[in-house]
Nanobody, 115 residues
């Protein structure tokens, strides 16, 4: 079993910044993908950004140029730097780890952007 623990959410005004962090208890395989998804009230969960263990990144169009994903494989951490936040970025942000056939989720951290 793998546990993912997120931190860094909170309340911020539009235009502000937040940095999310996620710590994995272990990696099952060294080749994996870690990333962030979010779910706004009444909406489906959507991809925000992912990064493979080989540093290949993927971003949702809505966050390109504003969000930056990074990871520290030695620490088993993934980060999401969120700048120029908008009210539409409000939601619960979930950390995700995909490794082989395994798919793990964190408990989520709330991000609220006020206008």
């Amino acid at each position: 079993q793998v546990q993912l623990v997120e931190s860094g959410g909170g309340l911020v005004q539009a235009g502000g910044s937040l940095r999310l962090s996620c710590a994995a208890s272990r990696f099952i395989f060294s080749i994996n993908t870690m990333g962030w998804y979010r779910q706004a009230p009444g909406k489906q969960r959507e991809l925000v950004s992912t990064m493979t263990s080989r540093s290949s990144t993927n971003y949702a169009d809505s966050v390109k140029g504003r969000f930056t994903i990074s990871r520290d494989n030695a620490k088993k951490m993934v980060y999401l730097q969120m700048n120029s936040l908008k009210p539409d970025d409000t939601g619960v942000y979930y950390c995700n780890l995909k490794s082989g056939s395994f798919d793990y989720w964190g408990q989520g951290t709330q991000v609220t952007v006020s206008s």
